[in-house]
């Protein structure tokens, strides 16, 4: 009996061992170190999964879009899926069901920044589950259609792999190669193809998909997770398996590109990109990283950049916000769409930015200076720029914004909105920015009362290439604040705030729970956007508005766009339903930024519509 128990026992490890070595790998453990670039899926299942219960998906699916739905998806079949499958023989729905574990694509340095003619190499990895069989029978297809079409193939063996190495004209140069090799090179001669188990493997370099090879069979060859940038924002961003992320090495890119540029500049340019990058700040840049994730609660999004703050300057220094309150305050009304607050130090800032602009052309700033007094001396002879206005320049800096009045794109492009700063004396401040306005042609700014306040009206040109009116700005000051809008009633509204009538921001529903899931308030950058609104003014402007489609078209630069096909051909506005019918499905967005001693950290959190739950 006892034999018996261990005899099950023995089996029962044995099997769990073979499920365990028949796994394939993450990404990080079969991508090499050099990886410039990666886009991962860990479980293409697992998100289609997640996705199906999103409120995007849901809407999408909702009886009430129906109409617009087969609409869409008839042409879009008709104009792009039939001539593909026509062009490439083959069927978009027998590839659909591969996509069950990983999808990873990733860019390798591939000797690139140390190599005079090596270029990145464009990797994809796709485990098809328990499809590997169906892989297997397309991957056949595939070469049989290249080879009959007279095109070259030939068969490599890589660490027990075989490979197919589709070979490429000498007309069909290798995506991206006119970047990344210096003039003169030649680009990789072809794009290898393999599977192993359920795993595809295509690369566009024999090194890089060795590289994968030798790590499907337990090569020692450094991967990327033994990156150490890499594995320090796994670490702190990949936790919980997001169901997708991306990594890029920003400090081996701006290398690579030095070493390009040193191998190709001719003297034509006054700097170096040596020189760019030491002054934007850029060089002090490791690596940036995006994670997504979604629960029952709502959907996350994190967005970090790692720049130590010993090496941050230039631009990285310029914007870093300070851990201070970012609440939305009082006078910001509840019925702003958007909103944002920074905590920015305006005189630190303006002093990197003058230490960045002097790098780059020095004096080039000071000259600037002195036209901009030469001209304010004109109405002023005390008018000084720098004490007037760039020295009152706070830490505080805000923008909100409200639902369009209309229905139209000219009137969805002029939101109203309000934009405010900080200022140490901000009666000075306005003043300032009213004294330069006199100088610009025209009558010059009107100044009139109101509750106390003075509100300046400066008059703007029309905006370049269109035959619209003349523009006005308001300017006022009031509560430590400039603030600036080209519609009236905001800044009246702004001066009124304090009347106790106006519901403020702060107190909409859900919004201080929601805060806390990126953080709160109190780091310096805070954000919000009602989707539920700002949806609302979208639908009724694509059903009401037929130059919408004249004035957006985004498959005009793709390869699959035609002469006179824009979205109005693909999609019928008119089509879509009421806009209260499907409303339940958007809700509002979150977001929120810290500034750390290592880098920067943006997580944004969008709840779940509470009609949903």
């Known amino acids: 009996m ?3 128990m261990v005899m099950a026992g023995t089996a029962i490890f044995l099997l769990a061992a073979s499920f365990v070595s028949a796994a394939i790998p993450p990404a990080e453990a079969l991508l090499p170190s050099d990886t410039l670039l990666v886009f991962s899926v860990p479980d293409f299942s697992a998100m289609r999964q997640s996705a199906q219960q999103s409120p995007d998906w849901l809407l999408w699916n909702d ?45 390798t340095q591939n000797g690139w920044g140390q190599e005079h003619h090596a270029a990145p190499a464009m990797i994809l990895l796709l485990d098809a589950g328990n499809k590997g069989d169906l892989l297997a029978t397309n991957l056949a297809a595939l070469k049989q259609r290249w080879t009959d079409s007279g095109k070259g193939m030939r068969t490599v063996t890589i660490e027990d792999i075989d490979f197919s ?16 090799l210096p003039a003169g090179s030649d680009s990789a001669p ?29 090569g020692a060859n450094p991967s990327l997770s033994q990156n150490a940038q890499f594995a320090a924002d796994q670490l702190a961003q990949f936790y919980k398996t997001p169901l997708y992320y991306g990594w890029f090495d920003a400090k081996a890119f701006f290398a690579g590109l030095s070493e390009l540029q040193s191998v ?16 934007s700040g850029l060089d002090g840049l490791k690596s940036a990283s995006f994670t997504y994730r979604e629960s029952h609660d709502g959907a996350e999004a994190e967005f970090y950049v790692a720049a130590p703050e010993s090496t941050r300057q230039g631009l990285l220094k310029m914007f870093a916000a300070a851990p201070k309150d970012a609440n939305p305050p009082p006078f910001v009304p509840a019925s702003a769409t958007k909103f944002w607050r920074w905590r920015v130090d305006g005189q630190k800032s303006w002093t990197e930015l003058k230490r960045t602009l002097d790098a780059i052309s020095p004096a080039a700033l000071d000259r600037f200076i002195q036209l901009a007094n030469a001209t304010g001396q004109q109405q002023d002879p005390d008018f000084d720029i720098r004490k007037d206005l760039i020295g009152n320049l706070g830490d505080d800096w805000m923008c909100y914004t409200l639902a369009p009045n209309g229905n139209t794109l000219a009137d969805m492009n002029n939101e109203p909105w309000l934009f405010l700063f900080s200022a140490n004396n901000a009666d000075q401040a306005a003043l300032a920015i009213k004294t330069l306005a006199s100088t610009m042609p025209g009558d010059g700014p009107k100044t009139r009362d109101f509750l106390g306040r003075k509100i300046y009206s400066i008059s703007m ?3 370049r290439g269109t035959d619209g009116p003349p523009r006005t700005f308001y300017c006022t000051a009031s509560g430590g604040y400039v603030a600036l809008t080209p519609n009236v009633t905001l800044i009246e509204n702004f001066l ?28 310096g950058l805070f954000g919000y956007q009602n989707q539920r609104e700002t949806a609302r003014a979208l639908f009724s402007t694509l059903k009401n508005d037929p ?16 002469a006179g096909t824009g979205i109005r051909d693909l999609m019928d506005f008119s089509l879509l339903p009421d806009y209260d019918s499907v409303s339940k499905y958007f809700n509002f967005t979150v977001y929120a930024g810290d500034t750390t001693s290592e880098g920067f950290d943006i997580k944004v959190f969008q709840p779940r519509p509470p009609e949903l739950n």
């Open 496 to 523: 009124r705030s304090d009347d106790g009538k106006t519901k403020p921001l702060s107190r909409q529903p859900g919004l201080m729970e929601a805060a806390q899931e990126v953080g709160g308030m109190g780091n």
């Open 461 to 463: 040109p029309a905006r």
């Open 264 to 279: 190709q500049n001719s003297g034509a340019f006054p700097l170096t990109l040596d020189e760019i990058l030491s002054a």
């Open 2 to 4: 006892k034999l018996k």
């Open 547 to 562: 130059a919408l489609g004249a004035a957006f078209n985004p498959l005009a630069a793709t390869p699959f766009s035609s």
């Open 63 to 107: 009886p009430a879009m129906k109409a617009f739905r087969d609409d869409f998806t008839a042409k879009w079949d008709q104009k792009f899926v039939a001539p593909l499958e026509q062009s490439l023989g083959i069927r978009v729905s027998d590839y659909l069901p591969l996509l069950q574990g990983q999808l990873t694509f990733a860019i």
């Open 190 to 218: 072809g794009i290898y193809i393999g599977q192993f188990k359920s795993l595809l493997i295509v690369g566009t370099s024999e090194k890089a998909v060795d590289c994968i090879a030798a790590h499907l069979h337990g």
């Open 165 to 180: 190495m589709l070979l490429m004209s000498s007309n069909s140069p290798m995506p991206f190669s006119s970047v990344f």
